[in-house]
């Protein structure tokens, strides 16, 4: 398969044909990183995308027994200056 670099607006890039996209499970908007070999040759990687986690599961991976980091309870210990405790 030969692709062509392309102008795209202000921009360049590839074109892939939409079956090859669809035989590979890339879709439009998919980070992708590159890196030239020794030889040469370039290759093209799917960037691993990260798992959204829910307020849910990111709770449940909390433990609420344990103590309180010194430097929030530091910060806790501040009296207000000012007009900052209106």
Not at 19 to 39: E, F, I, N, P, Y
Not at 48 to 53: D, E, G, L
Request: proline share 6%; hydrophobic share 45%; aromatic share 4%.
């Amino acid at each position: 398969m030969e692709l062509m670099i392309r102008k795209i607006g202000n921009s360049t890039g590839l074109t892939f044909p939409s079956a090859l996209l669809r035989d590979l499970g890339l879709a439009v908007g998919q980070m992708m990183s590159l890196k030239q070999t020794d030889d040469g040759a370039l290759l093209l990687r799917v960037k691993p995308t990260r798992k959204k986690y829910s307020a849910k599961e990111l709770n449940a991976l909390c433990d609420f027994n344990a103590p309180m980091p010194q430097d929030l309870v530091a910060w806790d210990a501040v009296h207000p200056v000012s007009n900052e405790s209106l």
